[in-house]
């Protein structure tokens, strides 16, 4: 009872903060997420685990303002003789609003086509170390194989042969 009672609690307070549901405009920027879209299909293969995480976390945060951005959600801000006024929320005219859910959806579909560039090259990568070591296990099992026959078999028939 008390572990549903804590999860509530903390859950609701998640849910409920401001620094949560929007980030400020200063951490998401358009540019620097279009580069991480390039560096995830530029990802070599060795990398792809430590770095992938990171750069879906950025994308996926961007995409969640960018959604409520087209949304309207976001009062505009005036600054008027360097006072910062609180403008009217706006919505978004249709066309607005479909031309920045086009833009959003091609981002995302790059963003889905680089991350399959990307994990397909780390896979070729992986298998390509996996079948190295397959071989290399191969190889080592036949040499230990051929000692201990040699070891074995070899002492064996020398033994028999001799008078």
């Known amino acids: 009872m008390k572990i549903i009672i804590l999860f509530l609690y903390f859950s ?7 620094s949560k549901l ?26 792809y685990i430590s770095k992938i995480d990171k750069y879906r ?26 006072e910062t006024l609180v403008g009217k929320r706006k919505r978004l005219s249709r066309e607005e ?18 991350v399959f ?3 397909a090259k780390y896979m070729e990568y992986l298998h390509e170390t996996q079948m190295k070591d397959l071989r290399q296990a191969k190889v080592d099992l036949i040499k230990s194989l ?10 064996r028939s020398s033994k028999i042969n001799r008078p």
Do not use: T, W
């Not at 609701?12 to 401001?18: E, H």
């Not at 969640?64 to 003789?81: A, Q």
């Not at 609003?97 to 680089?114: A, H, V, Y």
């Open 12 to 18: 609701f307070n998640a849910s409920a903060s401001p």
């Open 22 to 47: 929007a980030p400020p405009p200063s951490e998401i920027k358009h540019d620097i997420v279009k580069n991480d879209l390039l560096k995830i299909k530029n990802l070599s293969p060795d990398e």
């Open 57 to 82: 976390e950025s994308i996926e945060r961007f995409v969640g303002y960018k959604k409520r951005v087209c949304n309207g959600e976001f009062s505009s801000l005036v600054i008027k003789d360097s």
């Open 117 to 119: 560039f990307a994990r």
């Open 97 to 114: 609003r479909s031309l920045c859910f086009r833009e959003l959806k091609g981002m995302q579909k790059n963003f889905i086509d680089n």
């Open 146 to 155: 051929d000692r201990n026959f040699r070891r074995k078999y070899l002492k």
